[in-house]
């Protein structure tokens, strides 16, 4: 019985089952095998295969929120609305209320590593049952064996054969030097079977295995009575480091002129950091969002932390050297404390990122400093009028310069805003500080040098150098730090101008927004005339630059690459990377490929039995899993209810058949989970 209280014509996987039983039982048979991950029944890999090729038909609408911890995290909020698909696989107790009975999703595919502070809750808030990790292995290889299976080779049953089978088993559960040098071997066509050369041409193959390289699948078990139509939330924490990346988008084959490689870059001091640091540009952060394809309709929210405002954001989601009906765009311009971008229909394989250009706001602290920096300039000047001071006045000078030191200190240290602010400026408070030290450095200067007595005249008799007073020394020293205190209240200055000037822009309103209402004003024609100056400087800048990575599109319908350097996605900027995986490489046939793939999972699954497959219920007759919809071989009646010959139970005290596995191992068969 399904969540609307229907008859399931899916039988469950297992009638003793829960999530934990089966999690604890894989674990269980990896300790009894040696260390050995066996895939997982073949007909489950293929409808979960099924499910990730085509989540945007049942996962409506993804919501993903970004915030900032603190200087060194960013959370990520993520809501899922979904309907469970019809063939979802089912796991549980098989009782008729249905309690104990779960079906079996997969969310997202994640980077193989620690997530940290990672929780997932229903739309009730209750924590969700996830599989332990050796089942999660075991469901990766049969998805990728899957893959194998529909990838229409000339090659009779790849996923059967033993080479295939020993890639796909290091290829997921491995450790890192393992999983390099096999893909390594895999990717320069360097040994393996037949089968597996055949498959290093298959871009649904290469993509799946890609992704399985170094991530794992996300599943969840959600439980039956629920119902299919379900809200899911998780989060998860991802790090930062305040350091610039170089993005890089280079062809795959230069002969042939197919295919892209895409990679983030090693974060690295550039200098964009220094112009940032300073505040004479805004920081530019880019996040990757690889999940924007794995929804019908995807919505980011990005809020920016206290004292901090976001200037500019964009969204891109589509394949390099894809026509302009294959993207999707959202930019949005405006100074904000939260922005909200959308993508929708996104095509699977795509480089999906958004990018947002945040500010310090001027009202607050850096106003505040402005002002200060201007009380040192205006003390230093004062402090030089009365260079010729003497006896006690010498006293209450240096007494005034040092409170005012003080004073701007502590508006310069005084904050109301978080630490990301104070990483948004970091040089613009060494110039604040730097500002105040000069008062410092004035009243020391007074202090030794302002007191002393003045030399007597020359006479005939000393030589003719000029005579050189401390008033005289003073003097000097104070017009070069008036100098330097105009120079750094100049920069503060400007600073908070360019943030009040992104304030007050008037803001680009997203393609989304159709909202009645005002308009912005149309540019004066001086103003027409500038922008287009601007705007012609700033393509001839994008094609000229000297750290420009991004090749050039080969032909105008490439508009991917041509909105990547538009909007500055190839330019440097602060990467939060995805804890979810993201495409390293496109290939022009993955699309096809994808489609190809798809529709023959879609015309149903493979036999369970005794091919090396571990299957708890294969070896008691009660399988049906990919054989109640099948059609029987050479054109008989489907096999419905009647199991298969390999999965018959076996006597009681017969050895059990083992006919299919691989000659020269153990019988995988006798390890299965009991």
Not at 92 to 97: K, V
Not at 114 to 142: C, H, I, W
Not at 456 to 461: I, Q, S, V
Request: glycine share 8%.
């Amino acid at each position: 019985m399904d969540g609307d209280g229907r008859t399931s014509r899916h039988p469950t996987f297992e009638e003793t089952d829960d999530p934990i039983a089966l999690s604890l039982r894989a674990h269980a048979a990896h300790r009894d095998d040696g260390g050995v991950v066996l895939p997982i029944c073949p007909d489950v890999g293929r409808r979960l295969l099924l499910a990730e090729t085509s989540s945007s038909d049942w996962v409506l609408r993804r919501v993903e929120r970004v915030h900032f911890q603190d200087d060194r995290h960013v959370v990520r909020e993520v809501t899922i609305e979904l309907r469970v698909p019809d063939d979802a696989p089912e796991f549980g107790d098989g009782s008729a209320s249905g309690d104990g009975r779960y079906w079996l999703v997969p969310l997202a595919s994640m980077w193989r590593r620690t997530l940290v502070n990672f929780t997932m809750t229903d739309e009730d808030g209750k924590a969700m049952t996830l599989p332990g990790l050796r089942l999660t292995q075991q469901l990766d290889q049969s998805i990728l064996l899957a893959a194998a299976a529909a990838a229409g080779t000339t090659v009779r049953d790849p996923h059967l054969d033993e080479g295939v089978r020993t890639f796909v088993r290091r290829i997921v559960t491995g450790a890192r030097p393992e999983v390099e040098s096999t893909w390594d071997a895999f990717d320069r066509r360097r040994g393996g079977s037949v089968a597996l050369q055949a498959l290093r041409d298959v871009p649904a193959f290469r993509l799946t295995a890609e992704r399985l390289r170094g991530g794992f699948s996300l599943f969840a078990f959600l439980r039956c009575t629920e119902g299919r139509r379900r809200l899911l939330q998780l989060s998860f924490v991802e790090p930062l480091t305040w350091a610039y990346q170089q993005p890089t988008i280079e062809r795959v084959d230069e002969e042939r002129r197919q295919g892209w490689a895409y990679d983030a870059g090693l974060p690295r001091r550039h200098p964009s950091w220094y112009l940032a640091a300073l505040g004479l540009t805004a920081t530019r952060l880019r996040l990757q969002v690889p999940a924007a394809e794995h929804a019908a309709s995807y919505h980011l929210e990005v809020m920016a932390p206290p004292g901090v405002r976001i200037g500019e954001a964009t969204l891109i989601a589509g394949r390099p050297g894809a026509s302009r009906d294959s993207f999707t765009v959202d930019h949005v311009r405006g100074s904000a404390q939260t922005v909200g971008l959308h993508g929708i229909n996104v095509p699977s394989g795509s480089s999906c990122r958004a990018q947002i250009h945040m500010h310090v706001q001027s009202a607050g602290w850096l106003s505040v400093t402005t002002v200060a920096t201007v009380g040192v300039l205006i003390g230093l000047v004062a402090a030089f009028r009365h260079t010729g001071a003497r006896g006690s006045q010498v006293d209450n000078l240096v007494v005034l310069l040092l409170t005012g030191a003080a004073a701007a200190a502590t508006f310069i240290a005084h904050r109301e805003h978080g630490t990301v602010a104070a990483r948004l400026v970091t040089l613009v408070r060494v110039s604040a500080t730097v500002s105040a030290s000069l008062l410092v450095a004035a009243a020391v200067l007074i202090a030794f040098l302002g007191d002393l007595p003045v030399p007597e005249p020359r006479t005939l008799n000393t030589p003719q150098a000029e005579d050189v007073t401390p008033e005289d020394t003073v003097h000097d020293v104070l017009i070069w730090l008036i100098g330097l205190a105009g120079l750094l209240a100049l920069h503060l200055f400007v600073v908070r101008r360019m943030s009040l000037r992104i304030e007050r822009r008037q803001g680009d309103l997203s393609p989304w927004d159709m909202v009645p209402g005002p308009r912005p004003r149309p540019p004066g024609r001086l103003h027409a005339w500038w922008r287009r100056r601007l705007q012609a400087r700033h393509e001839a800048a994008c094609t000229r630059r000297f750290y420009r990575l991004v090749p050039e599109p080969d032909t105008p319908r490439d508009d991917v690459l041509r909105l990547f350097v538009e909007h500055g996605f190839d330019r440097p900027a602060i990467g939060i990377r995805s804890g979810e995986a993201w495409h390293r490489r496109f290939d022009d046939d993955d699309p096809a490929a994808i489609a190809a793939m798809t529709r023959a999972l879609q015309t149903g699954g493979e036999r369970c039995g005794p091919d090396g497959f571990t299957c708890p219920r294969s070896r008691r007759g009660t399988c049906r899993l990919g054989v109640a919809s099948q059609p029987a071989a050479d054109g008989g009646p489907p096999a419905d209810s009647t199991p298969s010959a390999e999965g018959a139970r076996p006597a009681e005290g017969a050895a059990p058949a083992d006919e299919g596995a691989p000659a020269g191992r153990p019988a995988p068969m006798d390890r299965a989970p009991r």
